[in-house]
């Protein structure tokens, strides 16, 4: 079955709002979907996704879904609460008045780790005044259990990663390592650890490594850095979605943040390091403690211990650690993780079973 969808993004700051809802646009086009994505600021698609939108998707101006004549779609997405314009909303809500099937209305919310999501996915919310008054609000938590709505992972993601050859990708790209080099991927809002971080790197003149750089702060702050031994930098342009993927496959340790590139890690299947959006009220400290909690759940005490000294002091709630979790270990604890989560439905199959269409 074909239905419409409606997708709204606003972005607000960085780039996981356009990441997401590119992202689950073109999942859910790529499944025989019809999705209209309309978005305030679709710049960052410039690179994100150069090859241009997928069949099945169109993407339009935010201010265009308030032009008389736009028929509302079967299903209407507004990400992170970004606030649906209210000629669009009053529309949805005439629908229902005709004796149409009033669209579907949901929101996708940010990703946690923390159990309110599991108490809080699917949950209603009527609209008892405003432009929508009459129509039920859903919420949509993604999530890392199967109690919530999951995680973005489109069909043959993993296939084509367990095909994927990192050393020939890299030196394609004139990136290639040199011998005994390990990879680290560094994608970071500005961090004042970042020096400890190239010390720790640089520690082991028994490992030399190479620091593949997204551009950003992190490129900012490396500027200003003195050459460490056995440790060499290169900074990166932006790489489309599907080739910032396979940075992540390519690396042996990858640094991500936000909320896309941390999900993206995690199917890499590789060791990472995750740099949460810092929130002004300290809410990142507890959203942070729950996922290691869940993550580190069947990870021996050693391993479970130097994985969140590394991640709580990178993220600067804890001292700078004196080593890295051991790799192989570190490794082995990212496979058994992926497989715990790729035993779950993803994100957009379970949007569509709870709308009638197989995935
Ligand atoms: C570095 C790089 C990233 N990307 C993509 C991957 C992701 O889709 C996107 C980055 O998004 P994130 O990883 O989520 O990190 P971010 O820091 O850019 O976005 C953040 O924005 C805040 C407002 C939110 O509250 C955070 O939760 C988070 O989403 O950019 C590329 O496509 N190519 C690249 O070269």
């Given at each position: 079955m074909r239905l419409q969808w409606d997708l709204f993004c606003r972005v607000i700051d960085n780039?996981?709002?356009?990441g997401v809802a590119w992202r689950l646009a073109?999942?859910?086009a790529g499944r025989g979907q019809r999705v209209r994505l309309w978005i305030d600021d679709?710049?960052?698609l410039a690179w994100m996704a150069p090859g241009g939108a997928p069949d099945g998707v169109e993407v339009l101006r935010w201010e265009a879904a308030s032009e008389p004549g736009v028929q509302v779609g079967d299903i209407v997405i507004e990400t992170f609460g970004c606030e649906l314009p209210a000629a669009f909303v009053a529309r949805m809500a005439e629908r229902g008045s005709q004796g149409l099937p009033a669209p579907h209305w949901l929101n996708l919310e940010y990703l946690s780790a923390e159990p309110y999501v599991e108490r809080s996915h699917g949950l209603a919310s009527p609209q008892y005044s405003g432009p929508g008054r009459g129509l039920d609000k859903h919420f949509f938590y993604p999530g890392f259990s199967a109690r919530t709505g999951g995680l973005l992972r489109e069909p043959g993601l993993l296939a084509e990663r367990e095909r994927f050859d990192g050393a020939a990708w890299l030196a394609a790209r004139g990136l290639a390592r040199q011998r005994g080099e390990r990879v680290v991927s560094l994608f970071a809002y500005a961090n004042p650890q970042l020096p400890a971080l190239l010390d720790l790197l640089a520690a082991d003149p028994a490992q030399p490594t190479l620091l593949l750089v997204c551009p950003g702060s992190?490129?900012?702050q490396l500027a200003l850095q003195a050459p460490r031994p056995h440790l060499r930098w290169q900074a990166l342009p932006y790489l489309s979605q599907p080739d910032y993927d396979r940075l992540?496959?390519?690396s042996d340790?990858?640094?991500?943040r936000g909320e896309d590139s941390f999900v993206r890690a995690q199917w890499a299947g590789q060791p990472f390091v995750?740099?949460?959006y810092p929130q002004e009220d300290g809410a990142h400290a507890p959203k942070l403690g729950a996922f290691l909690d869940l993550f580190l759940a069947a990870a021996g005490p050693a391993l479970a211990a130097a994985t969140r000294a590394l991640w709580r002091g990178w993220n600067g709630l804890a001292d700078w650690p004196a080593a890295l979790?051991?790799?192989a270990e570190s490794r082995a604890q990212a496979l058994l993780w992926r497989a715990h989560l790729a035993a779950q439905p993803d994100l957009a199959s379970q949007l569509l079973s709870r709308f009638g269409v197989s995935g």
């Open positions: 780039f996981g709002d356009v073109a999942d859910l679709a710049s960052a992190a490129q900012q992540l496959w390519a340790l990858n640094f991500v995750w740099q949460i979790p051991e790799m």
